[in-house]
Structures are given as C-alpha cells and as structure tokens.
C-alpha cells in the first residue's frame, strides 16, 4: 500500500531563512511518481513539482529545490531566502498511475 | 486561464438535504478525481473516474455519488449531507500515465 509521510506539521522561519520540508514515502510499486503542492490560504491546490522513480536528479527552479534520495525513500523540498508569499500548506503526494496519495502535510509560516 | 472549474465555490446546505458539487475541465483529460478535505487535513480521495469507468475507495460512504455524464464535466452528489460533511471538496484531472493532476479551486461545503 502507498504511504506518504511528512513528519513536520508546522514550521516557523523567519524571512529569508532556507527551509527543508521533508517527506518520507512507501510503495511495492517500481514505477511512481513524487510530487509537491502548494495550498495557500485561497484553498487551492497549486502543482510545484513532478518526479519520476526512475530519475533521481534533483531540480532546481528558482529558490525551490528538491532533492530525491531512492535509498531512503525521501523526497525533501527545499525553500532558500523565504519570503512571506510562501506561507501555507505544503503537500508532497506519491501516485502510482491513476490514484494520487497525500501526506498530511506540513504548515509553513514565514515571519516577516 | 482556468483550466478545472469548480461551481460554486462556496455551498451552504440544510441537514439531510441533497446537494450537488460540480466540476469541468478544458484539458480533456480521460481522468478525473474528487477528493474530501476537511480542515487541516490532507485531501482524502472519494472516487476517480477513468473515462467512464468509476472506481469508488472502499471507504467513501454510500452518501456519496457521482456522475460523468462526458469527458468535461463530473457531478459530486451527497444525497443527505450531515454535519461531518462539512469540507472542502477538490476537483482533479490528470491524463493517464502522467500521474500530475491539476486542481480545481474547490467547494467549500458548510452544512447547517
């Protein structure tokens, strides 16, 4: 069965402070994929990143970054230089095809 | 533009009395999702639809229907909402083997 972890609930920084999100996952399946959402307040769910199991490069794009680890099932995202507009709630998600899992997610508050 | 449209975005009902989400899309995708979030809480998936086919989780409770009378649009129906339905209700898409979905804003669903 898919489970997807994400230990942290809530976390403060203060602006411009770098931040790592961390998510742990677990699935039989060989073929996956990883992703990350952001919900702000509005409520929306807002696509950031997509993964593949067979492409373990991490990706940067902008002050985001991602760092994928297949031995450690981890899929930890990274915020450098926070600002306040990242403040909300961020999901990582495991989907084997069709069926997309969340992790509980972790609430991210940037104090300006 | 907005590619997942959700109507309403805000839906008052009575007790036990029927109501309908509903939700279309202009990406033509063969997939399509709808998920429960309830406050702080990750989004529990209810049903997906692939094509036409329907596949219900195990645990959705029977209150819950839905519809997809063609590929653009899909209909939530809770036949007699109670208080533990207040949530809100996300609406997805996603094309077969691409695994990303794309969301809705969401129904925020208060039950009175």
């Known amino acids: 069965a898919q489970k997807v972890t994400q230990a942290q609930t809530e976390i403060s920084v203060v602006e411009k402070e770098d931040v790592t999100l961390d998510c742990v996952y677990e699935t039989r399946d060989t073929t996956y994929y990883l992703f990350w959402y952001k919900q702000p307040p509005s409520g929306e769910l807002v696509f950031l990143i997509r993964r593949n199991s067979f492409d373990e490069q991490n990706e940067i794009s902008g002050r985001y970054s991602w760092n994928f680890q297949k031995s450690t099932s981890s899929f930890n995202f990274t915020i450098t230089a926070s600002q306040v507009v990242d403040s909300a709630v961020y999901f990582c998600a495991l989907s084997d095809r069709n069926n997309l899992f969340f992790g509980t997610g972790t609430r991210l508050t940037v104090i300006p | 533009d907005a590619m997942v449209i959700q109507n309403p975005r805000y839906q008052v009902t009575q007790f036990g009395k029927p109501v309908t989400l509903s939700c279309s899309q202009t990406?033509?995708?063969?997939?399509m999702y709808w998920y429960q979030q309830k406050s702080s809480q990750a989004p529990k998936l209810l049903f997906h639809?692939?094509?036409?086919?329907?596949?219900n989780e195990a645990d959705t409770p029977d209150n819950f229907q839905s519809r997809r009378p063609n590929t653009s649009f899909c209909f939530l129906d809770i036949r007699s909402p109670g208080l533990g339905d207040a949530a809100m209700y996300l609406c997805a898409t996603s094309s077969l083997g691409r695994g990303e979905a794309f969301f809705g804003q969401g129904t925020r669903l208060t039950v009175v």
């Open positions: 639809y692939y094509d036409k086919d329907f596949n």
């Open positions: 990406l033509n995708h063969n997939v």
